[in-house]
């Protein structure tokens, strides 16, 4: 069965300093992957996706994620933080049993302080 | 870009009365739409699989008959929460594919519930 773990509930970070949100899969075959973000009382809002090609994918508002197939790891990454980053995001991976089915993880929660 | 909408945004119903939540895609079709719950502290829940024109596809544990799903057109599905208890105040949110990048969906913007 597909699944996707996210091992911390929250990431701290100063304004201007790198994030990582980190994220692990276990998929049967080959794994499709996204990253989504969520404002409070807000839906989720897609930031990036990898499907095949290059390991490290470039998404919406300065993101990116390094795919690493060796390590099953999928870990959302911004070279310098924003407040306004501050937010709920969500790794998901696609079922493979169906075209548009996705399992999410548990959510991390960043908080970026001024 | 694509957007799905939802109606209402918030509401609050008494214990025992139904609710019912729409949500629309409104500048595409969608045969497939799905049903997610959020429950506090943030866990994503996929509820259903709502199937244009046939019954939804309901996860394991989801009550079929609390939960009613119907999708009679190409651009919206309902959601009806039957003789709501507190318990099922929660965050609710719909989802619907692409229809130009397969592995794409496009979210809703939530509908939180509350019952009193």
């Known amino acids: 069965a597909q699944s996707v773990a996210q091992p911390e509930d929250q990431v701290n970070v100063a304004e201007g300093n790198p994030l990582t949100v980190k994220c692990t899969y276990s998929v049967s075959g080959n794994p499709y992957l996204f990253w989504y973000v969520q404002y409070p009382n807000r839906g989720l809002q897609f930031l990036l996706k990898y499907i095949t090609g290059d390991n490290l994918v470039k998404g919406s508002y300065g993101f990116e994620a390094e795919f690493n197939k060796s390590q099953t790891s999928f870990h959302l990454k911004k070279p310098s933080a924003l407040v306004s980053d501050s937010a709920l995001y969500f790794c998901a991976v696609r079922d493979s049993d169906s075209s548009y089915k996705l399992i999410f993880g548990s959510g991390t929660r960043l908080l970026v302080r001024p | 870009g694509a957007v799905v909408s939802q109606h209402p945004s918030r509401v609050i119903c008494k214990s025992g009365t139904s609710v019912k939540i729409e949500c629309r895609s409104l500048d595409f079709q969608a045969t497939t739409m799905f049903w997610y719950r959020q429950f506090p502290k943030k866990s994503l829940m996929l509820m259903a699989t709502?199937?244009?024109?046939?019954?939804?596809?309901?996860e394991q544990g989801v009550e079929k008959d609390k939960f009613l799903i119907n999708h009679a057109s190409l651009t919206l599905s309902t959601l009806t929460v039957t003789s709501a208890h507190p318990e099922d105040s929660s965050f609710y949110i719909c989802?619907?594919?692409?229809?130009?990048?397969?592995?794409?969906?496009?979210f809703g913007p939530g509908t939180r519930l509350t019952v009193t």
């Open positions: 989802s619907a594919p692409s229809t130009g990048d397969l592995y794409e969906q496009y």
């Open positions: 709502s199937n244009e024109g046939s019954k939804a596809t309901y």
